[in-house]
């Protein structure tokens, strides 16, 4: 049956059949699915994720705190492998009960602190450290609602273009138009809005910048859904100059290696639990090369 030939029943059924990538760990209910504890490492935070554009968000935020030289942010960086159903655990549920990576357990307060979604990591590390976010009403409201346009915005650019180009197991011209249009409308705004200032929230870096690139940046530099030339990425001009100057921070690359299960073997870290982890996959890189 074709797309244009369905017509929805009138109550909806579940299809465990339904095909497309992730088919087998989608459902319709929330919950655990089965009892497991999640580890547990040596710093204050827990984080609980996978080196996909969300996690990558808060583990450049880790990294970048730590280069600025905070201690507290020291932290333990756990797999939680989605493909296998890992955040259906009772203990991942019990932090984010949404089943969603990444999830954050901060040890240091009394009783500890879960906070999950991503947008909230951002914000209650910001908070937290006093970083990466102004303090100036102006620049603070900028920085703010450029974070949460990611958050209302990339579930078009995943949840839409992605999945229907990428991962659905037929292709249907209409998503795909559809989708591609909005999120070209999306390249476009931060297009526009970079050719007038450095950073989103002007000439200051903060988290609205770790939570725009991990998407947006990977889809200028044609490595999300490998969808680069299709959406023509190299004509923002500007979300590219933004997207290659953010790469280079050391933070950065450090940062989108955490939780990293795919591509080059030297570009993976799976988990991470002490800043030494880094010059271990150092090591191994020379290695390789010699």
Do not use: C
């Amino acid at each position: 049956m074709s797309a244009s030939e369905y017509n929805p029943p009138k109550v909806w059924t579940w299809n465990k059949d339904a095909g497309g990538r992730f088919a087998n760990i989608n459902r319709p209910i929330a919950g655990p699915t089965q009892e497991k504890a999640l580890p547990v490492g040596k710093h204050p935070l827990q984080l609980y994720s996978l080196g996909t554009p969300n996690g990558v968000k808060v583990t450049v935020m880790l990294e970048e705190l730590l280069a600025l030289g905070y201690s507290g942010a020291e932290y333990d960086a756990w797999l939680i492998n989605i493909g296998n159903g890992d955040q259906f655990t009772s203990g991942f549920v019990d932090i984010n009960p949404n089943s969603k990576i990444p999830a954050l357990f901060d040890r240091s307060v009394d009783s500890g602190v879960r906070v999950f979604e991503s947008g909230a990591i951002l914000m209650y590390l910001a908070e937290k450290f006093g970083a990466f976010l102004p303090k100036s009403y102006p620049k603070r409201a900028e920085a703010l609602s450029w974070l949460f346009w990611q958050m209302g915005s990339a579930p078009f650019l995943g949840g839409g273009f992605g999945h229907f180009y990428a991962y659905a197991p037929v292709k249907i011209q209409y998503a795909i138009d559809r989708y591609a249009m909005e999120t070209k409308r999306q390249m476009d705004v931060l297009d526009r809005h970079l050719a007038e200032h450095e950073y989103m929230a002007g000439d200051e870096y903060t988290i609205a910048d770790m939570a725009i690139w991990p998407w947006y940046g990977a889809l200028a530099q044609g490595v999300l859904y490998e969808a680069g030339e299709f959406l023509e990425v190299e004509g923002y001009s500007h979300v590219q100059r933004w997207t290659k100057q953010i790469a280079e921070r050391p933070a950065v690359k450090r940062g989108r290696m955490v939780n990293r299960t795919f591509g080059k073997p030297e570009s993976q870290l799976w988990e991470r639990h002490d800043a030494s982890d880094f010059d271990m996959k150092t090591q191994d890189k020379l290695q390789a090369g010699s």
